[in-house]
RNA sequence: GGGAAGAUACCGAAGCGGUCAAACGGGGCAGACUGUAAAUCUGUUGGCUCAGCCUUCGUAGGUUCGAAUCCUGCUCUUCCCA
């Protein structure tokens, strides 16, 4: 029977952990999670992790695995990943991943192009750089580090500038050099599947969960880690903002709109995003039974 | 009961006779995206048979070649005096 991993995917708040989970349950396997926050064992409120008992239901990895202090990324979720669903699936013929970190699952799925880790110096420099000189220095240094990316990238966006610099700067190659552009073969097929309803409801949903959020005390976690606020970990929706309260700078109450609007925004930035993805197969939250009855369809072919 | 100010697109708010389908902000919507991705950035936001046309600035009239902008009545809101 071919190995074949199943991810279930969608916009944040649509309700991807029950699915996956019973979907798991049905499988008689485990869940790897695909979650750039969740993966932080520091954090819990803010990031909806599954619950004590959802996660005493199924297996899960990459749940609380790792700390804020690591420098985790994409490329990291990819060979950590890889290694990981080799292991399940020497046990398994199902896995599942659910996540909705869109970049994440495409590491998974596609592969990032292997170059190194940026150097945390020469980013701070680099940004220091866009704060007093402006993102033009920054054009004008890439446009002679690597034309052919200069006339690809979107000039406008400096951590995309910042980036490249930081490879041609580390490495002394063209950034460019380092994107094959190909995807890469996985010993294992792809089902994917992504969970959306109507957008009002998905909207009523992310501002119930924030507003339970709170309830639960994301402020006070928030605050736990006011003091590393500048690690990228924290740079989250539902804590960024509670810095911004603790700051001075917003009302509390501010902070909590501002919540649910972030998370409105990423949500549909997500949808953008799997919505160019033509491997994927939409269904409704509540349509649990029709997305096993179609797994085992596909499964089985 | 008397007086003052105001009613602008989804919301807030500019505009004060033509260059206004109407600045700006918010929200919404759409898009980009390969090591920060819950990040970072971009576009768009009255309708249409879309280089043009149609309907919009509380409402009904009026002045004017021409009004969101001026005048009058009405409705509503806020404030002040009784």
Known sequence: MPKTLIIITGPTGIGKTATGIRLANHLQTEIVSADSRQIFKELSIGTAVPTNEELELVKHHFIHSHSIHDNYNASR????GLRLLDCLFSKYNQVVMVGGSMLYIDAICNGIDSMPDADPE?????KKQVETNGIESLRLQLKQLDPVYYNSVDLKNPARIIHALEMCLM??????????????ERPFRIL?????????????RINLRVDKMVEAGLENEAHNFYSLRNLNALNTVGYREFFSYFDGEIPRNKAIELIKRNSRRYARKQLTWFRKDAEVHWFEPNQTNEIIEFVESQIKS
Not at 122 to 126: A, E, K, P, V
Request: aromatic fraction near 8%; charged fraction near 35%.
């Open 122 to 126: 020469i980013r701070q420099s680099l």
């Open 77 to 80: 979720f990819e060979t950590e």
């Open 192 to 204: 994917k599947i992504a969970l959306n309803c109507d957008r009002d409801k998905l909207h009523n």
């Open 171 to 184: 490495t002394g190659k063209p950034y460019s050099t380092f994107r094959s552009n190909t995807k890469k």
